[in-house]
């Protein structure tokens, strides 16, 4: 059971647009920065989103971050195959002095 | 540019003992923390904990007392994750990931699989 709650699974067509949720509470996210990661099949997560929507350089502007109040979002615009992975959000829990993950979100590109 | 490059898989016995590497290339590497991240199969991430690259001193997420030992070489830039009294639960792939700070991970290792079998 993971600290974070993101949805197991998304999915949309290609070329467009999708979000997936990232819940938690006053004790991570509420408090603290987010990030994003994604995971494409086999290999090692990446980092996409830091400090809530910052991208890291020669990540595309087709991914956004947001944050409000204790729940994050990530955005994909202009979906294409290539996205297809898991995305996991990530942000420091004060209360337990760790970093929580949520369990991770599958995006399937139809 | 940076990179981080780790050892190879291991395939060991119940009860044995595994010691991981990641070598740190292209930076500082006494600038960046260093973080240890499990990935069971078909699971999702997990952190374990992180050292200090200045000062040696690691911290252990719960669940990740007694058994493990993140330890260093600053002279070769290499930070290391040592697992004792293995156990099939702990098959997994065991990332190292700099970081700059809270859930930063900027970059990662390509990760370890450690595999747990009699």
């Known amino acids: 059971q993971s600290v974070l709650t993101q949805p197991p699974s998304v999915s949309a067509a290609p070329g467009q647009k999708v979000t997936i949720s990232c819940s938690g509470s006053?004790?991570?996210?509420?408090?603290?920065?987010v990030s994003w990661y994604q995971q494409l099949p086999g290999t090692a997560p990446k980092l996409l989103i830091y400090d809530n929507n910052k991208r890291p350089s020669g990540i595309p502007d087709r991914f956004s971050g947001s944050k409000s109040g204790t729940s994050a979002t990530l955005g994909i615009t202009g979906l294409q195959t290539g996205d297809e992975a898991d995305y996991y959000c990530?942000?420091?829990?004060?209360?337990?002095?760790?970093?929580?993950f949520g369990g991770g979100t599958k995006l399937t590109v139809l | 540019q940076v990179q981080l490059v780790q050892s190879g898989s291991e395939l060991k016995k119940p009860g044995a003992s595994v010691k991981v590497s990641c070598k740190a290339s292209?930076?500082?590497?006494?600038?960046?923390?260093m973080n240890w991240v499990r990935q069971a199969p078909g699971q999702g991430l997990e952190w374990m904990g992180w050292?200090?690259?200045?000062?040696?001193?690691?911290t252990y997420a719960q669940g990740f007392t007694g058994r493990f030992v993140f330890s260093l070489d600053t002279s070769v830039s290499t930070a290391y994750l040592q697992i004792s009294s293995l156990k099939a639960e702990d098959t997994a792939v065991y990332y190292c990931?700099?970081?700059?700070?809270?859930?930063?991970?900027?970059?990662w290792g390509q990760g370890t699989l450690v595999t747990v079998s009699s």
């Open positions: 990931a700099r970081s700059g700070g809270g859930a930063l991970f900027d970059y």
């Open positions: 292209g930076y500082t590497f006494t600038s960046y923390a």
């Open positions: 990530g942000t420091w829990d004060s209360s337990l002095s760790h970093v929580v």
């Open positions: 006053s004790s991570n996210i509420g408090n603290n920065y």
């Open positions: 050292i200090n690259t200045n000062t040696g001193n690691p």
